[in-house]
């Protein structure tokens, strides 16, 4: 799969940066020309993913986010969120709706369920105290872009 | 993310702007409790005309300020949310804990003069 | 100097990526609260110094643009934009007003004077044959940002 | 980035839209070039108004302008650049080659209409 263009970004698990990282990502993936609502969805769900590594990944530590995106050929867009935090023991159950490991009733167990709504696909890979990563893949379809 | 607040007899407003994530969910959350839990309301209005972005994190602030409003008997109302907040909503079954109302409120405070913010 | 927050992206040299590289570095850089000057001041350096990346440092080829950005105490915010490039053989030359090596007259020899007039400092780094990095330096005044 | 280009009598108007960068600058320069060629305007006007980010390459866009219509002694107008843009171009000492206008054009088409792209 040929790929037309991709960038790699980095930056400390504040929670400052998820507005700063979805922004990033959108001006990454305007050159697919979508439409508002595919860069709400691309936006969305990069921002659950982020807030996930900066949350549950890192806690109350600062670890590094790392994202890599790249377009493809028939106007995919692939983006990948790494941290090297906790990790996650059963991916299956914290992917299930509702789901949450936060106790303060301030997350709703969701964050999986719109990514998995708003984008085509979303690959898990966990490894219990090495880290997490989250795949997420979407065609825009919209318009008949580059 | 700012907010503006306005009571009316037993309802409050809560005029909400910018952008809706886990880094701004929380300063929210204090300011929408502290005058949730001296008021009482009946009704709280979250109204989201002015809200440009919103991810799970606004579930979890509507759904916590509904538990808490139930308290004492009181209801949420969610006012005009964008397209792509309704959807977060819809996904999340907010409808079944609020009301979605897309005008602004009859009687209660506006958030029309609010200004869009970053 | 405290690092309040920091940022690492990288992308290859496509001039499509001009525009989101800025864009990127505005978004980071709003955490400082800047004017709508001070923005249009950082976005504009951030474009000069990419497009030199893409258009002078790797020429025809594509490579790789770095740029590696940071919060400092005192609302100050360094960029460092880097290519490894063909670089230069004279910095203070290439820097001066109206200096171009191109030739086709679209290019104004004016990006080093931009970069100068829009940021407090600017710092640049250049080997022949190795690439080039020009350090971006502002302090954000207008507002008591964090 | 995009263009619209008006003409009247002796006069092109060049509406330019969007951000003016390198990437941007061949494209533009290429439509208004066949244009201004095909006319040979006595006046050529590149009006800013709907123009939301523009670095040197704009600068080199100008220049080049000057060039060409200066070979059958027409003259550039800039018309309504935006406070920063003013400065890219203040910069640039493009006073000195193109008077600067904040106003709609006398008599010449106007770009009042064009709508902001990105
Ligand atoms: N990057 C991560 N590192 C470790 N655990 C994670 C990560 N992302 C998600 N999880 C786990 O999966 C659960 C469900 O995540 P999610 O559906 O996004 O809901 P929420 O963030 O509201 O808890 C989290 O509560 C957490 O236990
Ligand atoms: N990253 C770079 N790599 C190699 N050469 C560069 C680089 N940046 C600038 N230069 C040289 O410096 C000259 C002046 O740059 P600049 O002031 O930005 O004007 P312009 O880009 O319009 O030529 C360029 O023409 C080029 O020769």
Known sequence: MKVLNEMKLSFPSRSANEAFARTSLAAFAAALDPTIEELADIKTAVSEAVTNAIVHGYRQQIGTVYIHAKILEKNRIVIRIRDTGCGMEDIKQAMEPMYTTCTTGERSGLGFAVMEAFMDKVKVRSKLGRGTSVTLEKTILSKGAE | ?118
Chains 1, 3 share one sequence.
């Open chain 2, 1 to 118: 993310m700012s907010l503006q607040l306005y009571t009316k007899e037993k309802q409050v407003t809560a005029c909400l702007i910018g952008e809706i994530d886990h880094h701004g969910a929380g300063h929210l959350r204090e300011a929408i409790d502290e005058m949730v839990k001296r008021i009482h309301p009946d009704t709280l209005i979250l109204d989201f005309r002015d809200v440009t972005f919103m991810d799970s994190s606004g579930i979890g602030l509507v759904m916590g300020r509904y538990r808490l409003v139930r308290e004492w008997g009181g209801t949420v109302e969610i006012h005009n949310p964008s397209p792509s907040i309704k959807k977060v909503m819809r996904l999340a079954g907010m409808d079944r804990i609020a009301s979605i109302h897309s005008s602004p409120p009859a009687g209660g405070a506006s958030c029309e003069k609010t200004e869009a913010k970053r």
